[in-house]
């Protein structure tokens, strides 16, 4: 998956020679989309967003509120994810740049790779995951497949932006394992992986510094470290005055405050306040990415053809991207999929989400879909049975409504089996706003026990954007669909996964907790007075469960098929230059239909001398099998998702050691695993004296010269030193044995000691 897109051009000739005043424009943009012309450097469009083109011709907003051209509207990401399929991901990033090639934009907004830390997290259904690997793999998949289609990406929303909740201002308080192993752990696969032409800067703070004023992120980390070469645009409107962002590495301010804080930036330069190199060289990069954007331009339109071809894309991920929670049996045979459970009367269809369906989120990523699918229409055509519609309660937030409810308990007690529609709407998810609770509106849970109390086949399909508290559903419902969003051909993946065209394969890629007060970051979301402090650490996601051995709803990775696989024996061996794992199994269909199985690897390091998560996911595949097919199936793990980030040196560090791959289907359904030893590098830690007596202790170059010292405090040659008495001392800074002793141990013998340890 690894891919470099060739940088195009970084040209930037002319551009030190443009006047101050030039140089300074480049660096904002001439309207609400659209970067400046100035000299030869042409002008380019950005705009959103993430899973479909919202190019706006009217009115211009960042909250998706005045109308844009019609665009396919692919499956938004927390759908998407749930394929676990980089391919299909790369090609929906293929088909969003033909269309953002026709209408002329250069760069596309997203993808938004941010972590999923609460489930209450009002943009989640923006995100990728709970999971910084899976994140990272389809992000960069994303941005592979639009890049090498001539379109730039802006990856977003750099860094720690895990809240609506006073995102503008808010500081996200994080330490620095979880900073590096959770929430920049994407950004960096991406940036290295599929460079991005550029990265947008979030519009909160972290640890206290505002994003658009952190030299550290922008450009000690993005660009010392991770090599980006691209532009960092800020989010729209994250930028008031321009001159510390300038500082900081941020190179495009976005969207035009009519010029302004250009004007801040030349005075500054003039009277010695900010340095005129670093607003040059954000020309130069606004201009390189303006240059190379120019050149990669191609002459497409979004012709019926291509309307056609890409919803027939936008179908296939949506039905690839359902997820089958649970599908007991009703007289021994499966309630799902419908054609085959035995029905010969009629199917009731019921709930406003299957006439009328919930297939996106609101805000800036909300597309102009061109057309589509309605669930029931679908349905109607493609099961042999008659289907009934009710609409069983409305979306409008005016509560029961016996009518309707009444309607539908009817067509259920008289169908054979009913499909119950639930989920939210669009005003109870947005950009801009938190959720404050995981539960589906009690309108929704009355008609479902209404529903149930007259009919025992029930099949539950779910639209949301966040994650629910499945809790009486899953009590209720001898089997759910979770479809998430699933874009404007949503309605058919539904009802391919219903009727048994499509045998589901989809994934969570969310933990679906049992309560909310289980959750990881219950205890300090949205945070209070300006900060947030994410005191879980590198516990988010399934990470917290499994370490606090909690129950869940629905783990994560968790999904049905209607067949079965089963697994071999799992092999593992590190690579070659022992940096990377590479283990395989072979993996049977065990059951009666075709079908794919994702296929997960977590990885535990049993000995760590780290805090670490039980498991953490660093791979994962897939398999497509006939009935009795096998096939083996390899999946490398990378150093980049073995290293842990160590505070005492600043790096990531590859722990000696042994390492156990657990190969499952679910977090939770874990079918086998194997042991690695793994050479990994030690840490040395210079000793200084407020180092303590057990760190001392463990380096073998020192532990016979600090006996004899220790001697000298002892009275007794050291013997005295047994097992327990090196226990109770191994805490005491080396300094602090000068005043346990008495002064018998002089400071000149231990900075001797010191010296002879780091040497
Ligand atoms: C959002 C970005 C979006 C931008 C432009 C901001 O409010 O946070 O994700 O790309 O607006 O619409």
Redesign the pocket.
């Known amino acids: 998956m690894t891919h470099h897109t060739p940088s195009t051009t970084d040209d930037t000739t002319g551009i030190a020679a443009l006047s101050l005043a030039d140089r300074a424009g480049l660096g904002s943009g001439r309207n609400f989309w659209q970067t400046k012309d100035i000299g030869d450097v042409p002008s380019i469009t950005l705009t959103?967003?993430p899973h479909g083109l919202r190019k706006q011709t009217g009115g211009v907003d960042?909250?998706g509120l005045s109308s844009s051209v019609p665009a396919t509207c692919f499956p938004p990401a927390a759908g998407l994810s749930q394929s676990w399929d980089p391919g299909l991901v790369e090609r929906v990033g293929a088909a969003l740049a033909e269309e953002a090639q026709a209408e002329d934009v250069q760069v596309l907004?997203g993808p938004?790779v941010n972590i999923k830390r609460s489930p209450l997290g009002g943009r989640n259904f923006e995100y990728y995951s709970e999971d910084p690997h899976l994140a990272g793999a389809l992000g960069t998949a994303w941005v592979t497949g639009l890049q090498d289609g001539g379109v730039g990406a802006?990856l977003?929303?750099f860094a720690l932006n895990n809240q609506e909740h006073d995102r503008m201002r808010a500081s996200s308080d994080v330490d620095p394992r979880p900073l590096r192993e959770i929430y920049l752990r994407a950004f960096r696969k991406i940036v290295e992986d599929a460079r991005p032409w550029t990265v947008?800067c979030s519009?909160n703070a972290v640890n206290g510094v505002p994003v658009r004023h952190s030299r550290e992120l922008l450009t000690d980390i993005l660009r010392g470290e991770w090599s980006f070469d691209g532009v960092v645009v800020s989010?729209?409107?994250a930028v008031g005055g321009r001159l510390r962002s300038v500082a900081a590495g941020l190179d495009l301010q976005m969207p035009s405050d009519g010029g302004t804080a250009d004007a801040e930036v030349v005075t500054a330069v003039s009277n010695g306040q900010l340095d005129e190199d670093a607003v040059t060289v954000a020309a130069e990069r606004v201009t390189a990415l303006a240059r190379r954007a120019t050149a990669a331009r191609r002459e497409t339109s979004f012709d019926d053809e291509t309307v056609e071809k890409h919803h027939a894309l936008a179908r296939e991920a949506a039905a690839r991207s359902v997820v089958l929670l649970k599908n007991d049996g009703a007289d021994g045979r499966h309630i799902l999929p419908i054609a085959a459970s035995g029905v010969t009367g009629s199917v009731a269809v019921i709930g406003p989400f299957a006439e009328t369906p919930r297939y996106q989120g609101g805000?800036?990523?909300h597309v102009n879909p061109t057309r589509i699918d309605s669930p029931l229409e679908l349905l109607k055509e493609r099961l042999a049975a008659p289907v009934t519609y009710a609409a069983g309660f409305t979306t409008d937030g005016s509560g029961r409504d016996s009518g309707l409810l009444a309607e539908a308990v009817e067509d259920a007690a008289n169908a054979d089996i009913a499909v119950v529609f639930l989920g939210l709407s669009p005003d109870q998810e947005s950009?801009g706003f938190d959720r404050t609770d995981l539960s589906l509106p009690p309108e929704q849970l009355g008609l479902l026990r209404a529903v149930r109390a007259v009919q025992e086949r029930v099949v539950v399909v779910l639209s949301h954007g966040g994650a629910l508290d499945l809790g009486e559903v899953s009590d209720l419902a001898p089997a759910i669909l979770d479809a998430n969003l699933l874009g404007q051909g949503g309605g058919a993946g539904i009802a391919d996964v219903l009727t048994g065209e499509v045998n589901p394969s989809g994934k969570l890629t969310e933990t679906l907790p049992a309560r909310l007060a289980d959750t990881p970051a219950y205890l300090d979301f949205p945070g209070e007075h300006g900060h947030v402090r994410y005191s879980e650490g590198l516990f988010v996601g399934y990470r917290w469960y499994d370490a606090r051995n909690l129950r869940v709803a629905y783990p994560f990775g968790h999904g049905l098929s209607y067949t079965t696989f089963e697994y071999d024996e799992v092999f593992g061996q590190p690579d070659d230059d022992g940096d990377g794992i590479t283990v395989t199994v072979g993996v049977s269909n065990t059951g009666r239909r075709a079908g794919r199985e994702v296929v997960q690897a977590y990885v535990s390091v049993p000995d760590s001398d780290q805090v670490r998560a039980p498991r953490v996911l660093a791979g994962f595949g897939s398999v497509t099998l006939e009935p009795g097919e096998r096939e083996e199936i390899e999946i490398h793990l990378d150093r980049r998702d073995l290293e842990y980030w160590d505070v005492r040196v600043g790096r990531f560090v590859l722990e000696p050691g042994r390492y156990v791959v657990h190969l499952g289907s679910s977090s939770r359904d874990l079918r086998g695993s194997v042991e690695v030893d793994l050479e990994g590098e030690e840490v040395h830690v210079p000793l200084t004296l407020e180092s303590t007596l057990g760190e001392a202790l463990a380096v073998p170059a020192v532990v016979d010269a600090l006996g004899d010292v220790l001697g000298g405090m002892t009275g007794d040659g050291g013997d005295g030193l047994g097992v327990d008495m090196v226990k109770m001392m191994a805490s005491i800074p080396l300094d602090r044995i000068i005043t346990f002793s008495g002064g018998a141990v002089t400071r000149e013998q231990l900075e001797e000691l010191l010296e002879k340890a780091n040497s």
Do not use: A, R, V
């Open positions: 959103d967003g960042h909250l907004l938004g802006s977003k929303h947008m519009y989010d729209w409107g805000g800036s990523s950009e």
